[in-house]
């Protein structure tokens, strides 16, 4: 089956996650999906798979960070892949902030995301203000 998910798709895929809406989110998201994480002990990170195991962790990213955001996200589709940029923006309940640059790396199924493989910039945490 080819990708029909276009650059629009992933565009609203972000505007979810800046509004913390996880099933606008998980739309978007096959049922088999496989997501690895910015960090983790691995070589990828971490590995998270199937649905609801992601729908946990982005749930888990705003629990830690209410004001997380993707902000100035830019996306393009290429077959079955996709790439989105964007910056990412958070603060931690002891008022650390992160903001890096970074990256998805989409494969696609359909309308759905099978893959999720997300880069960011390695940058110290800047103290809170």
């Given amino acids: 089956m080819s990708a029909t998910i ?24 096959a049922a088999d999906c496989v997501f690895y994480t910015v960090a983790g002990p691995e070589v990828h990170g971490t590995r998270i798979e199937g649905a609801d195991a ?36 958070g603060t931690d309940a002891e008022g650390r902030r992160i903001e890096a640059q970074g990256a998805d790396i989409f494969t696609f199924r359909g309308s759905q995301i099978v893959v999720k493989q997300a880069l960011r910039k390695q940058r110290p945490v800047l103290n809170a203000k």
């Fill in 6 to 29: 276009t650059a629009a798709d992933l565009a609203d895929l972000f505007a979810a996650f800046n509004r913390h809406d996880i099933d606008g989110i998980m739309k978007h998201i």
């Fill in 54 to 89: 992601i729908a946990a962790a982005f749930s888990g990213v705003w629990a830690a960070m209410p004001d997380a955001e993707w902000a100035d996200s830019s996306h393009f589709v290429a077959g079955d892949r996709g790439v989105s940029e964007w910056t990412f923006r």
